[in-house]
């Protein structure tokens, strides 16, 4: 299994508030490491949501949020789009492994 | 436009050797600060970190593959090469290329701003 932590699935209703979650440990998330987001819609190329827990690239709506607290992050979407439908994957670097690591994605779908 | 595209067989045999090619558009692989990493990810499984080479030449490899992993660049091509050796079916997977923005050597800062779209890879007899 993944060494981050995310649910397989969540979904919602267009208008609505869904929050992903990302769980690590104290290697890597509760070691203070920033996680980063993606957005991936498969046969596309994969996009940066966030990084530095918390920090929108351009062009990335300020319905996307993030954040991070203990041995956890989460990404927060709200004013939920048809568009979303999307994977998202956490990321984060772990020390125990010396190694960048990933959540394992979870499907958004919009009800 | 600025792009990169994997590029490669569809389908190997185990114990042949993979190699992948990712061409960067817009980019420069000689730009100070320029890095391109492998990632691949098998069906239904998370990502995983596969290489990486800077525009200094300098390579870093996942600890778990790296003796299977060579990494190279042709700077006048704009081209990132992987090569894998000794595939197994458990390696089967969208083999991906991407760009670290403001690289840095240290992993703890590494994420990835720019992504190609991937390229699925079959290991099968």
């Not at chain 1, 070691?31 to 993606?38: L, M, Q, S, T």
């Not at chain 1, 690591?101 to 499907?107: Q, T």
């Not at chain 2, 840095?104 to 890879?121: H, I, P, Q």
Request: aromatic content about 8%; hydrophobic content about 35%.
């Amino acid at each position: 299994q993944s060494v981050l932590t995310q649910p397989p699935s969540v979904s919602g209703a267009p208008g609505q508030r869904v929050t992903i979650s990302c769980t690590g440990s104290s290697s890597n998330i509760g070691a203070a490491f920033d996680v980063h987001w993606y957005q991936h819609l498969p046969g596309t190329a994969p996009k940066l949501l966030m990084h530095g827990n918390n920090i929108r690239p351009s062009g990335v709506p300020d319905r996307f949020s993030g954040s991070r607290s203990g041995t956890s992050a989460s990404l927060a979407i709200t004013g939920l789009q048809a568009e979303d439908e999307a994977d998202y994957y956490c990321q984060s670097y772990d020390s125990s492994l010396s190694a960048v690591v990933f959540g394992g994605g979870s499907k958004l779908t919009v009800l | 436009q600025v792009t990169l595209r994997e590029s490669g067989p569809a389908l190997v045999k185990p114990t042949q050797t993979l190699t992948l090619t990712c061409t960067l558009s817009g980019l420069s692989l000689s730009t100070s600060g320029m890095s391109v990493s492998w990632l691949r990810q098998p069906p239904g499984k998370a990502l995983e970190w596969l290489a990486l080479m800077d525009w200094d030449d300098d390579k870093y490899y996942s600890t778990s593959l790296k003796t299977r992993l060579i990494i190279s660049k042709d700077t006048s091509r704009n081209q990132v090469v992987l090569t894998v050796t000794n595939m197994d079916p458990v390696d089967t997977a969208t083999y991906f290329c991407a760009r670290i923005p403001g690289y840095s050597s240290s992993r703890k800062y590494w994420y990835f701003d720019l992504w190609g779209r991937g390229t699925l890879v079959t290991v099968s007899s």
